[in-house]
Each structure stands twice: as structure tokens, then as C-alpha cells.
């Protein structure tokens, strides 16, 4: 066995700094002999999460185990264990302690010792409760990990091999009894499936391990034709957005579109998006709504406005967005007026002026700059908002309090106070419909 891990495994052998998560049980016991055998440098990391009564004697074992063959030992107990989600929580506690032991101590790699049972047990577990294709690809041998990488080396060997291993090695290692309870999904998996399963066919480790790869590798395709479009996707520090001309035009693809976005802000928002939720939103953008917005938990909607798609927090345009037709005044959160009338009647204040034609589309929509806003400056060129202010060297407090003004289309006519549009009227004329005022807050 030590041959061929190695031999699948040859990162192990290129000097990089490793760190192994060992919980004492058989699988990451037999991983760090394996690694003993030739002389790797390793560093050992445990969580002791107790919430069983073996987890001290556990916890002392490595103790006295690290001691003895002077490798570098980091623990850590949990002091306060989860009860609600304690699974999710466990992991959560114990990954972001690994985190941080590789990010003090300069660690490359961690290891932990999933096998190829655990990669069936994963995929079965998936497919069973639904999920993307991304999703239901099972466990990957290597991905990044903090500020290093984390590597699965004993993912292509069964729990079989494992055993036979630690057997004929004589090693010391802990069982824990709570594997063996019907309470968890995955132990029932392991009990009552697997075993099954193997009966039918004694390859189903190597078909598991083939399939998880070939989902991997159709994920990876799917990325790169959609390249192009996730790159248009804005981040402008608490939104992102996109516009509808960024959208796959096939409802399959804008599917992995949307899978794919969420799954790479997932880190980011910690919003876990359902199939329901997914299939929902591709239902709501065939249909002809120009505005609408929808839930998907934890105070994240995802928003359309006219062309424009929006991944946000609830409540984050705190400025608001406001309608305005014609012979109507509103009053802005920062004390500024706005107000639409027809050009045959008298403004009663000095006001920026937009002056507008008869075709633009009632209501004026008055809001805040979003990521991707354009604006049109001639017959032929449009610009995007934020490129307008830094060739204007316009300072950020003051974009920050541009309003936009957009038609009932979605097509902006101005950005107060700096610039109006190519559909404006830039001088007085009888083919002036409408004149927007906008007024400043007068100071005190």
C-alpha cells in the first residue's frame, strides 16, 4: 500500500510544509504512518469537539503519540459544542481551526483522511437530498484550503484496504461508537446501502470514483463556456449584477449560469440557493416582468429591474427608489426636490433642468447608481456610470450621491447633478415635452 500511495500521492514527496488532521481513528491513524514511514515533515492538528465521553482519552492518546515521535502537535477543544446542526457546526469549527494553524505556521498542505467509501457514502447522500451537478460531484482529492491547498491522498483506497493495513502494522487507533448509530443519515447509508450495493457489484468504489470525476470534469466544461458570461457579473463591494444581454439565451444554460454564480459567491454571502429556489428564478425570467424581486433567505433577494439583475441584501439601497410622473414632486432622503412638469409651465425654483421629449416613457424612475449602469452621450456611445466618473475625476462622496433617472424602459436620460443624456434636449426647443427640476438641498 505505501508504494502505490505515494506513487498516486507524489506532493507528498516535494518538501512542501504538511499538516495532517488526525481524529484517531483508523483511516487518519494509518495516514499518519504512511507519512512516518518516509520521513515527511508533518505538523498534527486536532479538535477535541466533546460530545463524547472517549474524546479526552482520545485527545490524551495524540498527546503522548505526538510526544513520543516529536512531531508538532496544535489542539483545540470546543468549548461551547453546537445544539442545533452539530454536524455542520463540528465541521465548521474544526476547518476554520485548520485555517488558522496553516495560516500562523506556514503550512502548504492539509491532509485529511477521507477514503473511497466516504466518496460513495457522499455521492449516494447527494443524490439522495437533491442538488446542483456541482453539488452532486462528491468529494474533490484536491482544492484550495485557506492559504494552501487541501488534499485528500487516501480518497482512491477503501476502508477495506485501510483495516488490512492498520492491521498488519499493529496500530493503535480509536473507533467511535457513535459511527455505528441509525440517528445519522450517513451511518445509515453506510449500513445499509453500501453493503448492498457491493454485493451487486464489487467495482462500485472504482465506479463512484469514475463518476465523481466525470461530474467534475463536465462541471469544468460547463465553466468554461460560460466564461464569458460570468465575467460581465459586477461586485461593487454589496451587490452583484449583471444585465439581461449577459444572459445564455438557452434556459439550460442560464441553469449553470445562475448555479455556477451562486456557487462561487457562496464563501462570500453563505447563501445556500435550493433547486426549488433555482428553478423558480429561471421561471421568472421568461416571464415579460420588467421589475420584480425574490426571496432566497437569510435577507439576500435577488432583483430585476428592467435589464438589470441583482443579487443584494434586503434593505441595502437605503436611499430608496422612487416614481415620479408628470406635474409630480417628490423630496429626497438627502433634502433635495425633485419635480416633473411640461415645458409650458414656470419653474418656481433655480434647479438643474433636464429638459425632456414628448416620446420619453412615463414613470421617471429616480435611484441610486448600480454596477453595469450605462448612459447614453451621443447617437452611438454608451458609457458605463462608473467610467463616466473616473474620466471626470468625480470624487467618491459625490458619486456616491448621484441620483439616476431612468424611463419606464429602463433607459437612464440623467445622472444628477453631472450629466444628462443623449435622449435630453440640450437647448430649448418646441419639441421640449417635460422638464425635470432638481434642486439642492439649500445650506443652513
Request: aromatic share 10%; hydrophobic share 35%.
Amino acid at each position: 500500500m505505501e508504494q502505490e500511495f505515494f506513487r498516486k500521492n507524489p506532493e507528498l514527496l516535494t518538501g512542501q510544509k504538511i499538516l495532517l488532521a488526525v481524529s484517531t481513528g483508523v483511516d487518519s491513524m494509518v495516514l499518519l504512518h504512511l507519512l512516518e514511514q518516509q520521513n515527511v515533515k508533518i505538523g498534527v492538528v486536532h479538535v477535541n469537539h466533546q460530545l463524547r465521553p472517549e474524546s479526552k482519552a482520545e485527545a490524551d492518546f495524540l498527546r503522548d503519540y505526538c510526544e513520543k515521535q516529536r512531531l508538532p502537535l496544535y489542539m483545540n477543544v470546543w468549548e461551547r459544542p453546537a445544539e442545533k446542526n452539530i454536524e455542520a457546526e463540528a465541521r465548521r469549527v474544526r476547518y476554520n481551526f485548520f485555517e488558522k494553524i496553516m495560516e500562523q505556521e506556514k503550512y502548504d498542505l492539509l491532509l485529511t483522511a477521507h477514503h473511497s467509501d466516504d466518496q460513495l457514502e457522499t455521492l449516494l447522500m447527494r443524490l439522495t437530498r437533491g442538488g446542483s451537478l456541482a453539488g452532486h460531484s462528491g468529494i474533490a482529492r484536491q482544492q484550495d484550503f485557506g492559504p494552501g491547498i487541501l488534499l485528500r491522498p487516501l480518497l482512491s483506497f477503501s476502508k477495506e484496504e485501510i483495516y488490512s493495513y492498520a492491521k498488519k502494522e499493529q496500530l493503535t487507533y480509536f473507533e467511535d461508537a457513535t459511527n455505528n448509530s441509525q440517528d445519522y443519515f450517513r451511518n445509515r447509508i453506510r449500513k445499509n446501502v453500501v453493503p448492498e450495493l457491493k454485493k451487486e457489484n464489487p467495482q462500485i468504489l472504482t465506479h463512484a470514483q469514475q463518476f465523481h470525476q466525470q461530474l467534475t470534469w463536465a462541471n469544468q466544461l460547463i465553466e468554461q463556456a460560460l466564461k464569458e458570461n460570468l465575467r460581465n457579473i459586477e461586485f461593487d463591494g454589496q451587490r452583484w449584477s449583471f444585465l439581461r444581454e449577459h444572459l445564455p439565451p438557452e434556459t439550460g444554460a442560464r441553469y449553470y449560469f445562475l448555479s455556477v454564480f451562486f456557487q462561487q459567491i457562496e464563501d462570500q454571502t453563505r447563501l445556500i440557493v435550493s433547486q426549488r429556489q433555482l428553478f423558480s428564478l429561471l421561471d421568472q425570467i421568461e416571464r415579460p416582468v420588467t421589475q420584480w424581486s425574490v426571496d432566497l433567505g437569510d435577507g439576500w433577494q435577488f432583483t430585476r429591474r428592467y435589464q438589470q439583475f441583482c443579487l443584494e441584501k434586503k434593505g441595502i439601497i437605503s436611499d430608496g427608489i422612487f416614481s415620479l410622473n408628470e406635474n409630480e414632486q417628490i423630496k429626497l432622503p438627502d433634502g433635495e426636490t425633485i419635480a416633473l412638469r411640461k415645458s409650458d409651465t414656470a419653474s418656481e425654483t433655480d434647479a438643474y433642468h433636464v429638459l425632456l421629449p414628448a416620446a420619453v416613457k412615463l414613470p421617471l424612475t429616480i435611484r441610486r447608481r448600480h454596477a453595469g449602469d450605462r448612459i447614453r452621450l451621443s447617437e452611438t456611445l454608451f458609457k458605463r456610470i462608473n467610467r463616466y466618473f473616473i474620466d471626470k475625476k468625480i470624487p467618491n462622496e459625490q458619486r456616491d450621491q448621484a441620483w439616476v433617472v431612468e424611463d419606464s424602459m429602463g433607459e437612464i436620460v440623467a445622472l444628477l447633478p453631472f450629466v444628462n443624456s443623449y435622449l435630453s434636449i440640450t437647448t430649448e426647443t418646441d419639441r421640449i415635452h417635460y422638464i425635470l427640476d432638481y434642486t439642492l438641498q439649500v445650506a443652513k
